[in-house]
């Protein structure tokens, strides 16, 4: 797994924590007793940024003896990460790692359990997130839902052309916009043109204007499935995405309505992993 998080990023997590050293350990005068820390899962989760966590130990002046890889699916129980070091290294890393690897698995885990109930129900949907993480996680976020096996939906608005009619309105509408759209894919001819839609008559509009994929916002499984099967009957090539609301309990009802993409929010909020630490002398 490619890790995400540069020097700098995960040496700042450490400064924030331990800007002067760790006074409790300090104080006890524990700090250069050598000891090993184990990290362990206490539910089914999927882990991310193990390798990330292991670097920040290191630099806390640990040696890793086990890491087991982002994207890994664990039962509860599974020792995954252990370090070894002086106790002032393993205290200093400890509470920096156990948050970074809670909160980046708990969206992967939540990633990777929406993936697999979609793919049964639909093994072609690909399954994609929206840029909608809380500011200044991206980079985290990102990693934690391809661990769970979906990819970015955008990474952010320098490369996509997704048109809302928040733009249309600057336009004279989306019935007016739509007939600028071949002129917008010769201007962007290695980009997918996105145009999403609020309703079925939206859609169908978009669908014989030569974009290449409708996005439906916020409609319900029932209607989406009619809405769907109306769009094909008009252009059988557009792909047709569906985003707004969609989350753990209704993902596999949304897979089941034959779109091909489906976009959610919802894996960035939520519980995070719940993950073990045992700390020793040795």
Known sequence: MIEFLPDSIIESFIEEDVPYGDLTTHLLGIGNI????????????????????????QKCGAAVTLCMPSGTK???????????GPAHA??????????????ASGIASRTGRIFERCRVVNPALSVVTTRK??????????????????????????????VFKQ???????????????????????????????????????????GADIVQLDKIAPAELTATVTSIRSVNPNILISAAGGINEANAAEYAGTGIDIIVLSSVYFGKPSDIGVTIHPI
């Open 90 to 103: 393993l205290h200093g890393g400890w509470k920096v790692a156990l948050n970074l690897l809670e909160y």
């Open 34 to 57: 050598h000891g090993r820390m184990v990290f362990s899962t206490r539910e089914e989760t999927t882990l991310c940024c193990t390798e990330e966590a292991s670097r920040l130990l």
């Open 74 to 84: 664990l039962t509860a129980g599974i020792e995954f990460l252990i370090a070894e």
């Open 167 to 209: 733009h249309t309105a600057f336009l004279g509408g989306l019935e007016a916009f739509l007939g600028t759209v071949a002129d917008l894919k010769l201007k962007a001819r290695e980009t997918k043109i996105i145009i999403e839609a609020d309703t079925t008559e939206e859609a169908l509009l978009i669908a014989n204007s």
């Open 133 to 162: 993480s809380f500011p200044g996680t991206k980079k985290i976020a990102i990693k934690a839902i391809i661990s769970g096996g979906a990819l970015p939906h955008r990474l952010g608005l320098s490369e996509t052309v997704l």
